[in-house]
């Protein structure tokens, strides 16, 4: 376990232990994923902000419909925030229910240093990270979604069951 584990309330604890033991999701690709999936690697190739949010937003759809959880709203924007530290890739913000406002993926589609387009796979993996989170929120109740083993385990199980169902 990572130091910062033990100092976790015992609560939290259990969360992030029960988080850690689901590796991945019960995801089976459908037609209209590869579909969705296809147009976003077109629409970040053609290096088009709305184009590449409405993508985005249909990928992310259809896999929260194809696991029974709600939908998430995914906002494409330009390029990475960034520190001396790192960049900026996702955000997940979860419900604000000060301001009514339901949970939401943010993505950034250009690096912060050469304002270059990510590439693609880096995109989707970012995208399906974010929507884990969600997930873990939505689908699994977890009270946190904790960056375990189980986590980028799921995140990857759905990166791969994409790129494994995508035509060469």
Request: net charge positive.
């Amino acid at each position: 376990m990572p130091a910062y584990f033990y100092r976790l309330s015992q609560r939290a604890q259990r969360t992030y232990l029960r988080g850690d033991s689901i590796e991945r999701f019960d995801f089976v690709v459908s037609p209209n994923a590869r579909i969705a999936l296809d147009a976003l690697l077109r629409a970040l190739e053609s290096d088009n902000l709305a184009t590449t949010t409405a993508c985005a937003q249909a990928l992310a759809s259809e896999v929260c419909r194809l696991l029974g959880a709600p939908l998430v709203r995914v906002q494409a924007k330009g390029v990475r925030p960034r520190n001396s530290r790192s960049e900026l890739h996702g955000l997940y913000h979860l419900f604000d229910p000060r301001r009514r406002q339901p949970p939401y993926i943010e993505l950034w589609m250009r690096t912060a240093q050469r304002h270059d387009v990510v590439k693609p796979r880096t995109f989707v993996r970012t995208l399906m990270h974010e929507v884990g989170h969600h997930l873990d929120y939505a689908l699994l109740r977890l009270d946190n979604s904790f960056h375990n083993s189980g986590f980028f385990k799921r995140e990857s199980s759905l990166v791969r069951a994409l790129f494994d169902s995508a035509p060469a």
